[in-house]
């Protein structure tokens, strides 16, 4: 990453992804669906109850029987207690959201749960960290372990940590997920993206997570 990428990450007027976790702000405290709750009816002040909770993600939900990571978490809130729409996984609620309560534990240590449940899930992702895919026949692990710092394209391969995320990419002029950045990646070695709903997404992250540990998270990092 750049000297001017990172300073504009630092800047808080001038990292373009705040404008989302203010965004997130509004919406923290405005009442929504049919209950007419607010997130902070029952979370009160975000900057207090959700620090830490993105370094952790993704967890287990008991009730699902599976992992979630914190954006679904998010959707499962609004559904299941505010009785909302759980909205689209790119879409600027969900975003928003899940911006602001990671930018709530900004430069706190990544720190994977250690719910043995979890253990499966991030072998899963390993085995697909480490998969060759595609008609270039490419794992993410070719690149982002193997050839980290070498040039592709005009651009540095970066080790391939997830802990900025939602972040906002330059390349997109917007806030992205990192579902939408691993679906470029797949695009990238011709491969067929998983469905949305796919199992093989949380378990990637899963595993990305417990690769990072120890990192800060930089929610709303900048990217190229």
Same mark, same amino acid.
């Given at each position: 990453?750049?000297?001017?990428?990172?300073?504009?990450?630092?800047?808080?007027?001038?990292?373009?992804?705040?404008?989302?976790?203010?965004?997130?702000?509004?919406?923290?405290?405005?009442?929504?669906?049919?209950?007419?709750?607010?997130?902070?009816?029952?979370?009160?002040?975000?900057?207090?109850?959700?620090?830490?909770?993105?370094?952790?993600?993704?967890?287990?939900?008991?009730?699902?029987?599976?992992?979630?990571?914190?954006?679904? *978490?998010?959707?499962?809130?609004?559904? !299941?207690?505010?009785?909302? +729409?759980?909205? %689209? =996984? #790119?879409? $600027? &609620?969900?975003?928003?959201?899940?911006?602001?309560?990671?930018?709530?534990?900004?430069?706190?240590?990544?720190?994977?749960?250690?719910?043995?449940?979890?253990?499966?899930?991030?072998?899963?992702?390993?085995?697909?960290?480490?998969?060759?895919?595609?008609?270039?026949?490419?794992?993410?692990?070719?690149?982002?372990?193997?050839?980290?710092?070498?040039?592709?394209?005009?651009?540095?391969?970066?080790?391939?940590?997830?802990?900025?995320?939602?972040?906002?990419?330059?390349?997109?002029?917007?806030?992205?997920?990192?579902?939408?950045?691993? *679906?470029?990646?797949?695009?990238?070695? !011709?491969?067929?993206?998983? +469905?949305?709903? %796919? =199992? #093989?997404? $949380? &378990?990637?992250?899963?595993?990305?997570?417990?690769?990072?540990?120890?990192?800060?998270?930089?929610?709303?990092?900048?990217?190229?």
């Amino acid at each position: 990453m750049s000297p001017s990428t990172q300073a504009m990450q630092r800047d808080d007027d001038a990292n373009p992804g705040m404008l989302s976790v203010r965004d997130g702000e509004a919406r923290w405290v405005r009442p929504d669906g049919a209950a007419g709750r607010a997130c902070a009816d029952c979370h009160g002040d975000a900057r207090v109850s959700m620090r830490g909770v993105a370094t952790s993600h993704p967890r287990w939900d008991a009730t699902l029987g599976e992992a979630v990571g914190l954006s679904r *978490r998010i959707a499962l809130c609004r559904e !299941r207690h505010q009785r909302a +729409p759980r909205g %689209a =996984p #790119e879409g $600027v &609620e969900r975003l928003s959201l899940s911006a602001f309560v990671a930018h709530a534990s900004r430069g706190l240590p990544v720190r994977p749960d250690p719910d043995v449940r979890l253990d499966p899930v991030r072998e899963r992702g390993r085995r697909l960290f480490e998969r060759r895919m595609g008609q270039l026949d490419l794992s993410c692990a070719d690149c982002h372990d193997a050839r980290w710092g070498r040039r592709l394209g005009g651009a540095t391969i970066p080790q391939g940590h997830a802990n900025g995320y939602p972040l906002y990419r330059l390349e997109w002029q917007a806030l992205g997920s990192l579902q939408r950045r691993l *679906r470029n990646c797949m695009a990238g070695v !011709r491969a067929e993206p998983w +469905p949305a709903d %796919a =199992p #093989e997404w $949380v &378990e990637l992250e899963a595993f990305l997570q417990v690769r990072g540990a120890g990192l800060p998270l930089e929610t709303p990092a900048v990217r190229p």
